[in-house]
């Protein structure tokens, strides 16, 4: 996990160097930078795989080809062995990428299963630019007269560059040859269309067994660390379900009990529950309980750290800030739960109508799964490397994508008396106590008391619109000329919001 700046044309060093530097809190553990031709290349580095030679941009054989990754790569090792371990000169997994874009070009992208935004400058002297498929780590840009910028925040950019400031596209790779060309789907077109399951929606052994063991491999493979790695736990089932695997993951493998982190303020229901899981696995736990003053003092900060201005997002952001800035003192990286509701339907709204029938449910946890680069996954990228530390989203790996999007969608149908979610719950049957198997949801600003707390301060608003466009009013001041619908997707509208 790290930060890359990238620019091709004509070349301003000096502002490529001050880009980077304003994404120092990214990568505390090192600065690097590469420049051939009219294409510069600039990393600042986090370090977890291979600490002492990982350093970037990694450079091919005699030199002619650099690349900067910001992200990690899950099947590393299968790479080294397909592409020959002889090959590699680091045990960093980001040399993967190196040798798989070298061997294979563009289409090497295909190989990768993980999360990045990258620079590839080939021998040739060609630019490659990339980003996962579901949008787990940020990249920007911004096309100029005369050169085209890339870096993973806006607070990067120049002010006389923002106004030209746009998200890059998951799933898609640019090079000033080919200009952008869409290269993966966070949701495959196969699975997009509701496939029909059984009436009522009953779930077999064999479809619960297929959902566990996914999503225990995609967890098993994120623990993958050269340094410390804990797990973000709200007490709520999907990070239970991930601290329970890791735990897990950890004992079997003689690791130190394995750190989770819970924050809310006292005596809220997050904090209660995630004791709860964290004494059933035998954790090592941390909390951090927020106070009204806490939350208040953090919330412009929220506000710059995420670069949004949504009013759950910011809301939630709060409470994932002090976590984060407490954890990143203890481990380098952590596991969350983000993206198990969009595939699980776990989200009230998607219980009731349109969404009782099975294609629009299905439409809609696409969208969801689609959108979600824009909103949770900038918040939970943002508010951990504020703090230089990385954050793993195991549930949206795109295997696990793939196969809870295959899945019927009258198997994520709720009847009364029902869960939402039931099909994971009873894919974890036996792995949690059964009070926080059976726990309903609570949206993360709700759980951790964030809500309540930042209502009352600001209570002179008359609704959530008032609130919402009052933190529009502070991004705009962090972040004036940057156009939000071209980086953030959000319409501001005469000072309000456009959902």
Known sequence: MCAIVAAVGDLDVGLCRAMLARLAHRGPDGTGEVRIGDVWLGHQRLSIMDVEGGHQPLAGPGGASFLVVNGEIYNHRRLREELGAERFLTGSDSEAVLHALLLDGPVGLARLRGMFALAFLDETGSLLVARDAVGVKPLYWARRDGCVLFASELRAFDPADRPSVESFPPGHCWSPRSGLVRFADAVPTAVRPARRGRAGGERDEALLKAVREAVIGSIEDQMMSDVGIGVFLSGGLDSAIVSA???????????????????????????????????????????????????????????????????????????????????????????????????????????????????????????????????????????????????????????????????????????????????????????????????????????????????????????????????????????????????????????????
Not at 307 to 335: C, G, I, Q, T, W
Not at 362 to 376: D, I, K, M, P, S
């Open 245 to 499: 695997v890791a735990a897990e993951y950890a004992r079997r493998h003689g690791h130190a009990r394995l750190p989770t982190f819970a924050v809310g303020a006292e005596g809220s229901s997050d904090l209660l529950a995630a004791r709860v899981v964290a004494g059933h696995l035998g954790a090592e736990h941390h909390e951090v309980v927020m106070s009204p003053q806490d939350a208040v003092a953090a919330l412009p900060r929220a506000i710059r750290t995420i670069e949004h201005f949504d009013l759950h997002l910011v809301r939630s952001a709060v409470p994932n800030l002090l976590l984060a800035e407490y954890a990143s003192r203890h481990v380098s990286v952590v596991l969350t739960g983000e993206g198990a509701d969009e595939l699980f339907a776990g989200y009230p709204d998607c219980h009731r109508e349109p969404y009782r029938d099975p294609a629009a449910l299905q439409a809609r946890l696409v969208e969801t799964v689609e959108g979600l680069h824009w909103e949770n996954l900038q918040r939970c990228d943002r508010t951990t490397m504020a703090f230089g530390l990385e954050a793993r989203v195991p549930f949206l790996d795109q295997g696990v994508v793939e196969l809870m999007l295959s899945i019927p969608p009258e198997y994520k149908t709720t009847r009364p008396g029902m869960a939402e979610k039931q099909l994971l719950r009873d894919a974890f049957t036996g792995w949690l106590p059964e009070e926080i198997l059976r726990r309903g949801k609570l949206q993360f600003g709700h759980g951790t008391g964030a809500k309540d707390v930042l209502t009352a301060a600001l209570g002179a608003m008359a609704s959530d619109d008032d609130e919402e466009a009052a933190f529009y009013r502070l991004w705009r001041a962090e972040f004036p000329g940057i156009d939000s619908r071209r980086a953030v997707g959000r319409s501001p509208v005469t000072g309000r919001v456009q959902r």
